[in-house]
């Protein structure tokens, strides 16, 4: 599994081999696929030969992810090049002050970040934890008499680099506080008269509901408190 704050994700690992069409010298590939298999055993990890599945150029290492379906797509992959650097002619001086040879590596973390962002959405139903929100705080005035007010907070939450938003609708705040829950952002703010005489915020979380009031200090407190949480 990948543990990245408060993210998990299953994976697999597959050792991709020589294809059909290929470049180069047999031997060369079997040295580069040995290689390969050697740090997959030396890291202890779980992987599958995937045969001729490998790049015209060179085996590799591809990370599959698992979505929340248990569909497989492919992102992270470690590549060994051997034949861009001979068609390229690459060289490099090395310690005994002879030329050698250089080998590429390809790597791509991610694969393809639209792929990548896909899986994510898909694999929290689109609820994000409060680090990965893209819309972290909604803020909700009662009415356009709380607006001025409403854009003060905005601009505080925006400083302490929060990504937040103002629903300036003229609608019932009820209508503001089901559609903040239906795009699912982690906190709402609500603030009226009340709020605006007593300098605080009436808080919302999307999961536990009324959370009261309090001052702004405090609730950015307890917004970073969690966001370094994950």
Request: charged share 25%; aromatic share 8%; proline share 4%.
């Amino acid at each position: 599994m990948i543990f990245t704050r408060n993210l998990v994700l299953n994976y697999k690992v597959e050792l991709s081999t020589r294809p059909e069409d290929f470049m180069g010298e047999v031997e060369m590939w079997d040295k580069a696929e040995n290689a390969l298999e050697s740090v997959l055993k030396h890291k202890e990890l779980n992987y599958q030969v995937n045969h001729g599945d490998g790049a015209f150029y060179g085996p590799k290492i591809d990370f599959h992810i698992l979505d929340s379906l248990g569909r497989s797509w492919q992102c992270g992959t470690v590549q060994l090049d051997f034949q861009m650097p001979e068609k390229f002619n690459c060289s490099y001086i090395g310690e005994d002050n002879k030329l050698h040879r250089p080998i590429m590596i390809h790597r791509a973390i991610y694969g393809s970040i639209e792929r990548f962002m896909a899986i994510l959405i898909e694999h929290f139903a689109g609820d994000f934890p409060l680090w990965l929100s893209p819309v972290q705080v909604k803020i909700l005035p009662i009415s356009e008499a709380h607006l001025q007010y409403a854009n003060q907070i905005n601009l505080d939450l925006e400083e302490a680099r929060f990504r937040v938003e103002i629903d300036d609708r003229v609608e019932k705040i009820g209508l503001k506080i089901r559609e903040a829950e239906v795009q699912k952002a982690p906190y709402m703010i609500l603030v009226g008269n009340k709020e605006m005489e007593n300098g605080s915020v009436a808080v919302r979380k999307r999961k536990d509901g009324n959370l009261g009031e309090m001052t702004l200090p405090k609730l950015i407190d307890l917004l970073m408190a969690e966001q370094i949480k994950g």
